[in-house]
């Protein structure tokens, strides 16, 4: 990546203007110290209720060395897990979290799709919560991942190692939420009530029986 953590949120604010954002850095790249004294700190100081949600998070990131089970978003964790830690092993260790959400991060055979979802659990599938959609290549990716039983709900991942935080494209994530505060961009992650779009302008909301998407 480029620029400093600080530099993202703001970027992410003020040229992008979203909404919600976080700063995931590969789990490999960071240390615990830094997470703690720089990545928190940073989205907390600068998480402004009602105007602009700062998440935190880092990205469990496998590879051929430690297993090719694809990356994953871990968000609103305060500590860091390492590649050395097996698929099943992490999941066991998440389900033991409270309000933290994982994410499926661009599932494919390029860079791993999670022993293709076969690990489900009633426990993990409570904390993740979203995979990555950017459009129709990965569509069958996902339908392999809910016919495995897992509710996960659309989220964009820029992935973005430039200094143009949020903007690279016009694609994003949405959440659905009655006001902008971690807690409830948080819980709308929880519910699935999120999507994504190439088109920023498109709004999607709607109840089934009194009950709001997700």
């Not at 003020?14 to 960071?30: C, G, M, P």
């Not at 979802?117 to 426990?123: A, F, N, Q, T």
């Not at 994003?172 to 006001?179: D, I, M």
Request: with cysteine; glycine share 6%.
């Amino acid at each position: 990546g480029m620029g400093t953590v600080e530099q993202a949120y703001v970027y992410a604010r003020d040229v992008a203007k979203l909404d919600f954002y976080a700063v995931t850095d590969h789990s490999n790249s960071i240390n615990l110290n830094t997470y703690r004294s720089t990545h928190i700190p940073t989205a907390d100081g600068l998480n402004d209720p009602g105007r602009y949600v700062t998440l935190y998070g880092y990205e469990q990131t496998y590879n051929f060395s430690s297993g090719y089970f694809g990356h994953l978003n871990v968000i609103n964790y305060s500590l860091i897990t390492q590649r050395a830690l097996p698929l099943d092993s992490f999941y066991e260790l998440m389900a033991k979290q409270k309000l933290v959400t994982v994410m499926f991060n661009h599932p494919s055979y390029k860079w791993g799709n999670f022993l293709e979802y076969s690990l489900y659990s009633e426990k993990i599938d409570s904390v993740l919560n979203l995979s990555e959609i950017k459009g129709s290549t990965y569509d069958t990716e996902y339908a392999l991942a809910l016919t495995n039983g897992w509710h996960v709900s659309p989220m964009y991942n820029e992935d973005n190692h430039s200094a143009n935080w949020g903007a690279a494209l016009e694609a994003c994530g949405f959440a659905l939420a009655p006001s902008l505060t971690r807690q409830n961009i948080l819980e709308a992650f929880e519910k699935n009530r999120t999507y994504t779009t190439k088109d920023s302008t498109l709004r999607v909301y709607y109840q089934i029986n009194g009950e709001w998407m997700g």
